[in-house]
Each structure stands twice: as structure tokens, then as C-alpha cells.
């Protein structure tokens, strides 16, 4: 398994639950190689403009990554999963998108000026 892969995990919800669904591999954590992971889903209405993004069939990458409808990867639906939980790997995105989402979720955290609550 290799980052920007999409794999197919359950991911704990907002109620606590777990739910299986796709997710994107961003990176892989030390010490023990647990999955930095975030959430993909076709609730567009959830885009956060600047932050999330959208991989639909008009997208290079979209074929490679098995996504089935065009859809939300969203970068606040975070994820640190031990590698067992993984069900499996079902495509990839291209590195282009990858290094993008890194890039996006490192510059949300290390940006000074964002409101907190």
C-alpha cells in the first residue's frame, strides 16, 4: 500500500460509530506506520471551498482512483487508522492530487491566522 492509494476502511463517524468507507492514504505516522487517512464522500453539500476537493469523471485521476460517483475528499475528515483496519486498496489518485492535499492540510495548520473557536 502506498500513499495517494484510496482504500476501503471503516472510519469512526461523528457518532461514534464505524462506517466503511473509501478514504485517501496521505501518510503514513511514526512510529508504528498507522494511515494519516481522510475521508471521501458524495455529500458535495459538505465542500469546504479552498480546502476539500471534489474528484468527479471529467478528473484525470478519477478512472485510477475506483471512486464509483463524483465526490468530496475532505481534508476535516481526518483520520489515524492502524493498518489492519484497512480492508484494502481500491485505487489511487495521481501524485499531482496527492502532494496538493498535503500541501492544502499543511498550510490550514501551520496558517496563523485562522479562527478558532
Same mark, same amino acid.
Given at each position: 500500500?502506498?500513499?495517494?492509494?484510496?482504500? &476501503?476502511?471503516?472510519?469512526?463517524?461523528?457518532?461514534?460509530?464505524?462506517?466503511?468507507?473509501? #478514504?485517501?492514504?496521505?501518510?503514513?505516522?511514526?512510529?508504528?506506520?498507522? *494511515?494519516?487517512?481522510?475521508?471521501? @464522500?458524495?455529500?458535495?453539500?459538505?465542500?469546504?471551498?479552498?480546502?476539500?476537493? &471534489?474528484?468527479?469523471? #471529467?478528473?484525470?485521476?478519477?478512472? @485510477? @482512483?475506483?471512486?464509483?460517483?463524483?465526490? &468530496?475528499?475532505?481534508?476535516?475528515? $481526518?483520520?489515524? $487508522?492502524?493498518r489492519h483496519r484497512v480492508l484494502g486498496s481500491i485505487g489511487f489518485i495521481s501524485a499531482e492530487?496527492?502532494?496538493? *492535499?498535503?500541501?492544502?492540510? @499543511?498550510?490550514?495548520?501551520?496558517?496563523?491566522?485562522?479562527?478558532?473557536?
Amino acid at each position: 500500500m502506498k500513499e495517494g492509494n484510496v482504500i &476501503l476502511t471503516p472510519i469512526p463517524q461523528v457518532d461514534g460509530k464505524l462506517k466503511e468507507r473509501p #478514504a485517501i492514504f496521505l501518510r503514513e505516522m511514526p512510529p508504528y506506520r498507522d *494511515l494519516l487517512v481522510c475521508g471521501v @464522500s458524495t455529500q458535495l453539500h459538505q465542500y469546504v471551498k479552498d480546502f476539500d476537493e &471534489l474528484i468527479s469523471p #471529467a478528473d484525470a485521476d478519477f478512472k @485510477s @482512483s475506483c471512486i464509483r460517483t463524483k465526490s &468530496l475528499i475532505r481534508l476535516g475528515f $481526518l483520520a489515524v $487508522l492502524p493498518r489492519h483496519r484497512v480492508l484494502g486498496s481500491i485505487g489511487f489518485i495521481s501524485a499531482e492530487r496527492h502532494k496538493r *492535499l498535503l500541501r492544502k492540510l @499543511s498550510d490550514y495548520l501551520t496558517n496563523s491566522t485562522q479562527a478558532t473557536d
